[in-house]
Every structure is written in structure tokens, then in C-alpha cells.
T-cell receptor, first 111, second 110 residues
């Protein structure tokens, strides 16, 4: 089954404790992206990657890092999380003409 | 996002048609999308339309595009309880970087 898998689904952490949210897709898509969803703001893009070893900033990249060492994986790293990064995070992948395929989301709370 | 605007809420009676409206600002948008988000789930692509099209129909869904006014609408015929969800409008120049609206919460009442 074609899917984008994110882990964990829920995460509660404290300010400053580094964390990684994993994302993996099994569709051989070249393009992958991270979004955060906040009430009243819709989805905002954090980072994206057009292919392996190619990453670029989206609209709200501050406080986040990503890497793309393999085509299928695109982890999101928060080196020093802060409460304003409490949000619902989505990973997505795409091949041209098919639209974005989204993961089920990761609800992050930073205390 | 500020480049894509849509109303936040819509309440509709079961069996009626729903119309969700969206406006965007970027005249160079090539792809325009509608996504559906059910509670606790990710976004699911419902349909999309190219900017050189006026209309696209897919079963109960009809998308209308007025490129001059930069207005996009999604009509759901014979709305069912399973259509209750958040609907997101989005636009893109390249089918990769999408800009999303804030989402319209559709509530279907019996």
C-alpha cells in the first residue's frame, strides 16, 4: 500500500530537549516536504527536498532542520524545541501531476 | 496562508449541495487543489484543476475556476454525513510547493 509514514503520532517533550520526527515514503517519490498546521493558519511549509541531498527552506524554517540522505526518508529535527513549536506536523511526498500524499500527522506538545 | 483565503465554517443539511469558496492572489498559479481532512487524519487530495480549465467534475464533486477573479469553488452534491471534514484550498506554480488556505470546516446536519 502506497503511504507516507510518520512517527511518532503523539509526542510531549520539554523545552530544549532535542527530538526527531521520522518520515518515510514507499512510492519512490523524489519530492518530500514538512508542514505544520495551526488553527486559523492552515498549513505552512517548513522545509522541502527535491531529491536526495537537496533540501531548501519553506515559509517557516526557523528552529527546524532536515536531512535527505536517502530517497525514502526525510526526518524533521528540532534541536532545541520551544513552546511555539507546539503544533500538528505533516510530512508529504509527491511526484509531478499526482498532488501531495500526506502522512497521518504528528501532534507535538512542547512544555 | 495569507495568499489563499477561504471562509472558516460551513453548515449544510444532509442531501443539500455544499459550496466552499476560495480566493487566491497569485495570478501565476498553475495548479489549484482541494484537500479533505477528516478528524485525526492527514490531508487527502480530493481533486485538482489546471489554471487553463474552467470546470472539472468528478462524481459528486464539481470544481469551478474563475481565473480573472482568482476564485475557486468546490461544490459537493447530495452532501452526506461522511462529508463532514475540513476542506483546504491550495495553489501551486509547480505542483510541488503548495500554499494552503486556513481550511473550511464543513458540518453536515441531519
Amino acid at each position: 500500500e502506497a503511504q507516507v509514514t510518520q512517527n511518532p503520532r503523539y509526542l510531549i517533550t520539554v523545552t530544549g530537549k532535542k527530538l526527531t520526527v521520522t518520515c518515510s515514503q514507499n512510492m519512490n517519490h523524489e519530492y518530500m516536504s514538512w508542514y505544520r498546521q495551526d488553527p486559523g493558519l492552515g498549513l505552512r511549509q517548513i522545509y522541502y527536498s527535491m531529491n536526495v541531498e537537496v533540501t531548501d527552506k519553506g515559509d517557516v524554517p526557523e528552529g527546524y532542520k532536515v536531512s535527505r540522505k536517502e530517497k525514502r526518508n526525510f526526518p524533521l529535527i528540532l534541536e532545541s524545541p520551544s513552546p511555539n513549536q507546539t503544533s500538528l506536523y505533516f510530512c508529504a511526498s509527491s511526484q509531478t501531476g499526482e498532488g501531495l500524499f500526506f502522512g497521518s500527522g504528528t501532534q507535538l506538545s512542547v512544555l | 496562508g495569507e495568499d489563499v483565503e477561504q471562509s472558516l465554517f460551513l453548515s449544510v443539511r444532509e442531501g443539500d449541495s455544499s459550496v466552499i469558496n476560495c480566493t487566491y492572489t497569485d495570478s501565476s498559479s498553475t495548479y489549484l487543489y482541494w484537500y479533505k481532512q477528516e478528524p485525526g487524519a492527514g490531508l487527502q487530495l480530493l481533486t485538482y484543476i489546471f489554471s487553463n480549465m474552467d470546470m472539472k467534475q468528478d462524481q459528486r464533486l464539481t470544481v469551478l475556476l474563475n481565473k480573472k477573479d482568482k476564485h475557486l469553488s468546490l461544490r459537493i452534491a447530495d452532501t452526506q454525513t461522511g462529508d463532514s471534514a475540513i476542506y483546504f484550498c491550495a495553489e501551486s506554480k509547480d505542483d510541488y510547493k503548495l500554499s494552503f488556505g486556513a481550511g473550511t470546516t464543513v458540518t453536515v446536519r441531519a
